[in-house]
């Protein structure tokens, strides 16, 4: 479920994700960690802060204008009409969806437990590899679609467990756990191994306080010639 849609479902709330992508191939391995945070408030504006081993991003979708960090750099303001907000914060929002993707066509969801999570009617799905079937292909997407990455198309899924809790009321994932590894046959000798390690979670629904503007500078124009 895009971000847009979740915040006309719950209103208020904060997001966060934290990602860890571990690879090995051969001798050779290393490991990055991702984190993402979203504060939307319940007059529709938004703060989100993105950080990986090499940059941060910090963003602010408040009225009419945006303010946008990068790294340790000034906050620049700029008209909101100038940004796409909605794909900024979905980079985030939609990791869970990103991080089963490969292993859509043995994915199995099983054993529905009701319970509550931070107040709130949920039902726990269980994730796992299950039988093979056929991938989904979108149909409602407009053009053009994105070209599909490489590895994604040869990944083969070795190992997934983990859980989603699904808002009762709404249909959002209020939480995630996952723990997947899939094979990237890149070579016939030891190829490559992704494991994949995310946690999401959704809080203080309803109760976030408003986002505030921060202090800023204009952002940079060139002056026409006369």
């Given at each position: 479920?895009?971000?847009g ?11 966060v994700a ?5 690879f090995?191939r051969g001798?050779?391995s290393?490991s990055q960690?991702n984190s993402?945070?979203i ?6 504006n938004?703060?989100l802060?993105y ?7 910090e ?6 204008n945006?303010?946008?960090r990068?790294?340790s750099?000034h ?7 100038e ?5 900024w914060?979905?980079?985030g ?9 490969p292993?859509?066509?043995?994915l199995?969801i099983?054993?529905?437990n ?14 796992a590899?299950?039988?093979?079937k ?7 997407r407009s ?5 599909p990455a490489a ?6 899924p070795m190992d997934l467990?983990?859980f989603?809790?699904?808002?009762s009321e709404?249909?959002?994932v ?5 723990d ?5 046959p ?13 946690e999401?979670q959704?809080d203080?629904?309803g ?7 921060p202090q800023?500078?204009p952002?940079f ?6």
């Open positions: 479920m895009p971000f849609e979740a915040t006309s479902r719950l209103g208020s709330f904060s997001f934290k990602t860890r992508f571990d090995r001798e050779d290393r960690e993402h945070r504060v939307f408030d319940s007059n529709g938004y703060h802060n950080k990986t081993p090499t940059n941060q991003t963003y602010y979708s408040i009225g009419d945006v303010f946008v990068l790294d750099g906050v620049r303001k700029k008209p909101r009409r940004v796409n907000t909605e794909t914060a979905d980079i929002f939609l990791s869970a969806a990103a991080a089963l993707d292993f859509e066509t043995l199995a099983s054993d529905p009701p319970m509550e999570l931070a107040g709130r009617s949920c039902i726990r799905l269980a994730l590899l299950g039988e093979a056929a991938k989904h292909v979108e149909t409602t053009l053009p679609q994105p070209v590895w994604r198309e040869k990944a083969r467990q983990g989603l809790w699904v808002d709404t249909g959002v209020l939480q995630a756990k996952i997947g590894r899939i094979e990237i890149d070579r016939d000798v030891r190829p490559t191994i992704l494991t994949v390690h995310l999401t959704i203080e629904i109760s976030v306080q408003p986002v505030v503007e800023s500078v952002e124009r060139r002056t026409p010639p006369p």
